[in-house]
């Protein structure tokens, strides 16, 4: 039996993986997340003491490669804002981040009744990132004149009293590259503004220094942190799907190195 295992066509192995993979998504079955890590529930814990009507600007930092784990944290911060009433504005430092908020947002609007230019904005990419980050502390009208489809924001009823970091109850950005430290150093040391951070898992040693140090409110962490962030909103989305793709099929290949090292052994002991 060992022998004929060890001669198994790893093509099999391969259809195996990819099926446990994909079973959850089809399904819709998620197992539980298990316990919320602090830095998770920090920031779940702010976003939850806003005043309703209070603007929360997300940026959108990253592009399509990083989707997989940042998106699925975007849609779950928007639809968590949404619901708790408040004033949702994305901005893009990267070219790509418009689409990716103008979806993140679309999604999170739906069933909630929640509209464009009301409830939520997009108010597009600009370039020059530092520019951007310390404009936003003065005068938000002097970097964003109009929305992504070139309407003016005086003609927004959700830019109504919003000019600068002074009337923005939380920034949170989303990063798969250095722009964290950039809003660390420019918007939450000089102007004061709390600050979130949600960024790809090999970013995060990077990221918790300035969580220890209180100069960010929570991070997410990858995709377990948007897991983690659907499991406190109670919603079942992408990130608690693939956590547990992910976790069976850890599991399914700490299974097969198992098998195919005894297997390997108990084989090499009958040729002896």
């Not at 699925?72 to 619901?83: F, G, I, N, Q, S």
Request: glycine share 10%; aromatic share 10%.
């Amino acid at each position: 039996m060992w022998h004929r295992m060890m001669r198994l066509d790893r093509r099999w192995i391969f259809l195996t993986v990819a099926l446990i993979v994909t079973v959850p998504f089809i399904f819709q079955w998620a197992l539980p997340p298990g316990s919320v890590s602090p830095p998770t529930r920090a920031l779940y814990d702010f976003l939850e003491k806003l005043p309703p009507g209070s603007p929360v600007m997300i940026s959108f930092d990253y592009g399509p490669a990083s989707m997989p784990e940042l998106q699925p944290m975007a849609e779950a911060l928007a639809r968590h804002a949404l619901k708790r009433k408040l004033r949702l504005m994305g901005i893009a430092l990267w070219p790509q981040g418009t689409m990716l908020c103008q979806q993140a947002f679309t999604t999170a609007a739906e069933g909630t009744g929640a509209r464009e230019g009301h409830e939520w904005v997009n108010l597009g990419y600009k370039p020059g990132a530092l520019s951007v980050i310390l404009g936003l502390g003065t005068d938000i009208t002097q970097v964003y004149r109009a929305d992504h489809r070139e309407v003016p924001l005086r003609d927004l009823p959700i830019m109504a009293g919003v000019r600068s970091y002074d009337d923005i109850g939380l920034v949170i950005d989303l990063a798969a590259g250095m722009t964290p430290g950039d809003w660390v150093r420019f918007a939450q040391s000089r102007f004061g503004q709390a600050l979130g951070i949600g960024c790809t898992a090999v970013m995060a040693t990077d990221i918790y220094p300035y969580l220890q140090s209180k100069q960010v409110i929570g991070v997410l962490n990858g995709l377990k942190g948007a897991a983690e962030y659907e499991s406190v909103t109670n919603h079942t989305g992408r990130a608690s799907l693939g956590m547990t793709s992910q976790s069976i099929a850890h599991l399914a290949i700490i299974f097969f190195v198992l098998i195919g090292n005894i297997g390997y052994f108990a084989s090499r002991g009958r040729r002896r």
